[in-house]
C-alpha cells in the first residue's frame, strides 16, 4: 500500500508539535475544523490554535509514535502511542498511552478531527491520590 503525502506530512507535523509550532495549524486544517478528544470539542481553527497553545503551555515532551495509518477518499484512520511530560502528571515522568484519530480531510487539509484514547490512562492515573484510587478501582475489576 503507498503511503498518502497528505496523511503523511500530517503524522510528520504532529510528531514535532509543540509550543514553539502551533501556528503553523493552518498548513493543516481547514479554517472551520471540528476537533473532539475525551475532554474538549472545539470547532473552528483560531479556536484550536488557542486550545492547543493552552494545552502545551506545560508540556515537556510530547512524542507521537505512529503505526497503521489508512486514507480511504476523504476518511482517514492512524493509530499512534502517545508520551508525555507534565510537572502535574506522574511527578513529571513521561506517560505512554495508546490511541487512534478518525481524520476527514477536505482540500487535503483535516476539516474534521476526532481522537480516541483512555482518558484515565493519560491523565486521571498520574494525578496524585485520584492517581491511586483509580488505579485500586482497576485492580478490583481485573
Not at 479554517?31 to 470539542?41: A, M, N, Q
Not at 507521537?64 to 495509518?69: I, Q, S, V, Y
Not at 510537572?87 to 481522537?115: I, K, M
Request: glycine fraction near 6%.
Amino acid at each position: 500500500m503507498t503511503r498518502d503525502p497528505s496523511l503523511e506530512a500530517f503524522c510528520a507535523f504532529y510528531n514535532k508539535l509543540d509550543k514553539t509550532c502551533t501556528n503553523r495549524l493552518a498548513e493543516f486544517y481547514t479554517e472551520d475544523v471540528s476537533f473532539r478528544d475525551p475532554w474538549h470539542r472545539i470547532e473552528g481553527r483560531e479556536a484550536l490554535i488557542r486550545y492547543f497553545d493552552t494545552l502545551y503551555a506545560r508540556v515537556g515532551e510530547c512524542r507521537f509514535t505512529f503505526a497503521e495509518r489508512l486514507r480511504d477518499g476523504d476518511q482517514a484512520f492512524v493509530r499512534w502511542t502517545l508520551t508525555v511530560t507534565h510537572p502535574a502528571l506522574a511527578g513529571g515522568d513521561p506517560v505512554t498511552v495508546d490511541g487512534c484519530s478518525y481524520l476527514r480531510f477536505e482540500a487535503e487539509r483535516v476539516r474534521e478531527h476526532h481522537d480516541y484514547f483512555d482518558a484515565g490512562a493519560l491523565l486521571y492515573e498520574h494525578v496524585p491520590l485520584l492517581g491511586g484510587a483509580i488505579r485500586y478501582l482497576k485492580r478490583r475489576l481485573d
